[in-house]
């Protein structure tokens, strides 16, 4: 028998109401449709009212406590992929709605607790488990402003550009392409040291890995190029820009 998880709408566990469910060991994942999308940004959107009338500071206050809490209790991709998009938004006083991969759904669960834990209020994080259902349900809604996504590449810039078809902002990483840029005139051999760390140091986290140093004419100084091709050869592979 399998356990169903739920959605996290309002500062509360939400069973889903769809019938739809994607199913992992020992887990049933509710994929919500239009109507529990609709909720849960109906929820967001009400108590965005309220947090965005906290003073600045206020804020700041229960994001530390909060990325003190996820420092503490929680790590991994599935934990950075949501908070590098939803902390800068929940910051600057926007409330959030995160769909997260069905395949890896409980994380986003915790997470919302902990945001509660840390003192914001009900309904500035939601979570809504779904399939591209729910995705496009999310890109139509026009109470949604902004949209942030990642994941394959195909899937990255089909949402980008319905996202874009509705008028959304949009902020779609895909391809696991980590860049860097040496600032103008570093010390190279502390820059080429920090760039090969980047590249294959996070071995169980691929997408993490830095594989794209960029250099701009005038700006990044060829020796620190030079010296990764002098590291990496035979594999160092060199590819000009338009800018």
Same mark, same amino acid.
């Given at each position: 028998m399998s356990d169903e998880l739920f959605h996290f709408i309002g500062g509360k566990?939400?069973?889903? +109401?769809?019938?739809?469910?994607?199913? &992992? =060991?020992?887990?049933?994942?509710?994929?919500?449709?239009?109507r529990e999308v609709d909720y849960a940004v109906e929820v967001a959107v009400a108590a965005q009212d309220e947090w965005a009338q906290w003073q600045p500071d206020r804020r700041l206050r229960g994001l530390m406590d909060f990325l003190e809490r996820v420092s503490d209790e929680l790590d991994g991709c599935p934990v950075m992929v949501p908070?590098?998009?939803?902390?800068?938004?929940?910051?600057?006083?926007?409330?959030f709605v995160l769909k997260p991969s069905e395949r890896d759904p409980s994380i986003a669960l915790r997470l919302? +607790?902990?945001?509660?834990?840390?003192? &914001? =209020?009900?309904?500035?994080?939601?979570?809504?488990?779904?399939?591209r259902e729910a995705i496009d349900a999310l890109i139509a809604h026009p109470r949604v402003d902004a949209i942030g996504f990642v994941g394959p590449s195909a899937v990255a810039e089909s949402v980008q550009a319905t996202a874009l078809a509705y008028g959304k902002t949009a902020q779609c990483f895909h391809g696991t392409r980590s860049h860097l840029v040496p600032l103008p005139e570093p010390d190279s051999d502390q820059v080429?040291?920090?760039?090969?760390g980047a590249g294959t140091g996070p071995a169980s986290e691929a997408q993490m890995a830095t594989s794209l140093v960029a250099q701009?004419?005038?700006?990044?100084?060829?020796?620190?190029v030079e010296r990764l091709a002098a590291v990496y050869r035979p594999d160092f592979r060199r590819s000009a820009g338009s800018r």
């Open positions: 566990p939400v069973f889903g +109401t769809s019938g739809r469910f994607h199913e &992992l =060991p020992g887990i049933r994942v509710p994929l919500a449709g239009k908070v590098w998009n939803a902390a800068p938004a929940v910051a600057c006083g926007n409330s919302a +607790t902990t945001f509660l834990d840390a003192g &914001l =209020p009900p309904g500035v994080f939601n979570v809504v488990h779904g399939d080429v040291g920090a760039l090969v701009f004419a005038g700006r990044a100084p060829d020796p620190v």
